[in-house]
């Protein structure tokens, strides 16, 4: 059992890590010669789902943390 949570924790990690990776927030060069937006505005599309990916994958990463402590 303890193989199976082990697993399934690296590979959550590894699709936690690419779908942080995946989200831009345009913070480069732009920001530093005024090319920043800086206002509020709304996730769409695949911004938005790689948003609740992230927070759901990080919830399942957390929830497998606990469970391998409790196993072993």
Do not use: D, W
């Not at 060069?29 to 509020?40: E, K, Q, R, V």
């Not at 927070?55 to 072993?72: D, E, P, R, W």
């Amino acid at each position: 059992m303890l193989k199976i949570i082990t697993i399934a924790e690296i590979i959550t990690a590894i699709l936690l890590t690419a779908s942080i990776l995946l989200q831009n927030r345009g913070a480069g060069l732009s920001g530093a010669f005024g090319g920043n937006f800086g206002g509020y505005y709304t996730k769409r599309g695949m911004e938005k789902f790689l948003f609740f990916l992230s927070t759901f994958l990080s919830s399942l990463f957390i929830i497998l943390a606990i469970a391998s402590v409790a196993v072993s």
